[in-house]
């Protein structure tokens, strides 16, 4: 047999299947890169789908709640209205003067209606509200009108010994003359969801986040009983947003909004673009908060808490997480803020009736508050820095004397949940919304402390409430509503 020739062999070539197989390889590869593409993007459309739908669900038992609030509250104001007298209240909104009646009330069918009252918690006390001052402490803002001089002298006196005697009047000052009623001077129109947080300037701007995603900054006019928009961030039905905080990012002013999607998001304060997202979190963010030096100016520190548990620290220049507080909340933090004097105090307060006094330089707690029966949503620090204010949902608003390792000074009734609160620049009022749908301002330069006046004119509960500077003049106090308004309040026409 003969052999065959191997030239005959080699010139039969390769198989052809040999020849394709890497560009078959290269195409299966581009297939199974296209399907992973394909996958991410279903499962990122899953998640927003479900966050949508977590959203929405939130949304109608929130909507449930109001209205069990609501009901609750009409019955509680019709047994006032049926105790109380019928005295016009005049109050301008959206630039017209507008008479209503005090002990009326409106529904959700009328919420549009501008129909504010005032009424204060006893006849002796109505219409007893002094002139907008917050940032001069050397002025009586909200000072009680005496009946003769010697009782005159004796509030004076009385405050320069109240615990927060820092803000006392100085020396041979004459107290406010010609109290003024405070009413609603100015109603936000309508936003698209339930406004969920506040928050202003000493420059005059307002700021509103909403539950559909969407931020607005307003320009307040200090001549003037008006407001300017001067943007709108675009709604984002998948991200809902829960508070919000001026800040600084270099030397630029922007803002920086809590997410239920777990981040926080700064904006700019020009425009309200959307700068960058701080990545930290692993649950809704509900907290956040800015420090401010001891003049009121903003910082770049930012602190923010969740339902994750813990409270994270920032450093927004860098867009990184500096530390976390982490190992005593039991369930989701709602209430995050720094100290007003100490650049290293951070207050928590959480779904787990608990709150912690936290120092930086340490990876404890300092300081652990027990008291409070049912959620706490709000916090705040008084400018002097030696008493912290607590909210809770168990219809009590706390004040605790750091001095004495949380001791419980005061406790404020209401007549339903409170929400979140906020001491005045001056230190002499603590504001505090809550679900019955009115503020209530609170006298707490002596203790046990007084409450001032009940601001009524929201159709649902008030969430937040922030203090406005006193250079403003015309309004001192804005409040954020479940209503999707908000509200500026101030000294009647009549004194201004």
Request: contains cysteine; hydrophobic residues 35%.
């Amino acid at each position: 047999m003969i052999a065959p020739e191997p030239l005959l062999i080699l010139s039969a070539g390769k198989p052809a299947w040999i020849e394709e197989y890497p560009r078959v390889l290269e195409k299966m590869g581009g297939m199974m890169k296209s399907w992973a593409d394909e996958r991410e993007r279903l499962v990122q459309q899953l998640e927003q789908t479900q966050a949508y739908c977590s959203s929405l669900a939130f949304q109608v038992k929130s909507l449930q709640e109001e209205n069990r609030q609501l009901v609750s509250a009409l019955a509680i104001k019709d047994q006032e209205r049926g105790r109380g007298s019928h005295t016009p209240v005049r109050h301008e909104s959206m630039g017209s003067e507008r008479v209503s009646q005090r002990g009326g009330h409106s529904d959700e069918e009328h919420e549009d209606d501008d129909s504010i009252k005032i009424m204060s918690q006893s006849s002796e006390m109505r219409g007893r509200w002094g002139p907008p001052v917050m940032l001069e402490p050397n002025l009586k803002f909200g000072q009680l009108e005496e009946e003769g001089e010697e009782e005159e002298a004796s509030h004076v006196s009385a405050m320069r010994d109240g615990p927060n005697g820092e803000t006392a009047p100085a020396e041979g000052e004459q107290p406010t003359s010609n109290p003024s009623v405070w009413v609603a001077v100015w109603k936000s129109p309508r936003q698209g969801m339930q406004i969920h947080g506040i928050d202003t300037t000493v420059s005059s701007q307002v700021a509103t986040v909403c539950w559909d995603g969407s931020c607005d900054v307003f320009e307040l006019e200090p001549h003037a009983r008006g407001f300017m928009r001067s943007w709108k961030q675009p709604a984002r039905p998948s991200s809902g947003l829960y508070a919000v905080s001026f800040g600084l990012k270099g030397e630029k002013r922007i803002l920086a909004t809590a997410c239920m999607d777990s981040l926080c998001h700064l904006l700019s304060g020009e425009d309200g673009r959307l700068l960058q997202s701080l990545k930290g979190h692993t649950g809704e963010v509900n907290s956040l908060n800015f420090q401010r030096d001891v003049s009121g100016g903003l910082t770049n520190r930012l602190v923010s808490g969740s339902d994750d548990m813990t409270c994270v620290v920032w450093d927004v220049e860098r867009g990184l997480p500096v530390q976390t507080l982490a190992g005593e909340h039991e369930e989701a933090v709602y209430g995050v803020k720094f100290h007003k004097q100490d650049a290293c105090l951070v207050a928590s307060v959480a779904f787990d009736r608990m709150g912690f006094l936290w120092d930086l330089r340490q990876k404890s707690a300092a300081l652990r508050l027990e008291g409070h029966r049912d959620d706490v949503i709000g916090l705040d620090f008084s400018p002097c820095g030696k008493f912290l204010a607590t909210g809770s949902d168990d219809s009590t608003c706390r004040l605790w004397d750091l001095r004495r390792t949380f001791t419980t000074v005061d406790e404020l009734q209401h007549a339903m949940e409170v929400k979140r609160i906020a001491w005045s620049p001056c230190g002499r009022w603590l504001a505090a919304g809550s679900s019955d749908c009115t503020a209530y301002v609170w006298n707490t330069e002596r203790m046990p402390c007084t409450l001032e006046g009940k601001l009524e004119g929201h159709t649902a509960q008030i969430f937040d409430v922030a203090w406005l500077p006193s250079s403003l003049g015309w309004a001192s106090l804005v409040t954020a509503s479940h209503d999707h308004h908000w509200i500026a309040w101030g000294p009647s026409l009549d004194d201004v």
